[in-house]
Each structure stands twice: as structure tokens, then as C-alpha cells.
């Protein structure tokens, strides 16, 4: 199962030296999370200070309990959403009209 995090930084609690300290640490947890085949995907936001990160997890609970392992969402420096995704119906196969019937 797949899991959408959207984080922002706490700039009102944390300065940009606060988030400097901790980007070489995050990022390597990032890397490790990556290697297991937990994180899928990655990107900083482009609005503000934060991430998009696709999870694979087994439950919800696995998903934030892997996130929660990040160094700044342990130190308490971002304000993270998790959302569950579900796969979209729209590429899959249509079922096809059965012959001799009518549709209306």
C-alpha cells in the first residue's frame, strides 16, 4: 500500500539554522529509507520549506512509524500530513459490451 506525506518546515519555532543542523542527518536517513524500498519517491516543495514523500508501507501505522524515524519530524520541526492513496480505476481494462445485449 502506498501512503502520500506532505510536509512543511515550523519557520515561527525553528530557524534556518535549526534546519541546516539537521539536513546531512535527514538526508541519510532519507537514503537508508530509500534503500529498504520504503520511500519510492522524494521531492522538496517548490512553494515552501518541506517535502512530498511516496511511502510504501503495510498499514498506516508502518507508514508514520517509518516517518516518524525522520531526525526532523522526531525533533518536532515539521508539520506533516499522511494520506492514504488507492490505486485509479480509469486505466484499467474496460469491461467489454457482452454480445447479444442491449446497453441503454
Keep these: 500500500m502506498q501512503f502520500l506525506s506532505i510536509s512543511c518546515r515550523r519557520t515561527g519555532r525553528f530557524t534556518d539554522a535549526d534546519f541546516a543542523a ?10 537508508a529509507l530509500y534503500a529498504e524500498g520504503v520511500i519510492r519517491q522524494i521531492w522538496h516543495r517548490g512553494d515552501i520549506g518541506g517535502a512530498c514523500i511516496v511511502w510504501e508501507a503495510d ?3 508502518d507508514a508514520r512509524a517509518k516517518l516518524n524515524t525522520l531526525p526532523m519530524v522526531q525533533a518536532g520541526m515539521l508539520e506533516v500530513t499522511l494520506i492514504p492513496l488507492i490505486p485509479y480505476a480509469g486505466f484499467a481494462p474496460r469491461k467489454p459490451a457482452r454480445v447479444g445485449t442491449t446497453q441503454t
Design 22 to 31: 539537521r539536513v546531512d542527518e535527514e538526508a541519510e536517513r532519507a537514503r
Design 59 to 61: 498499514s498506516e501505522t
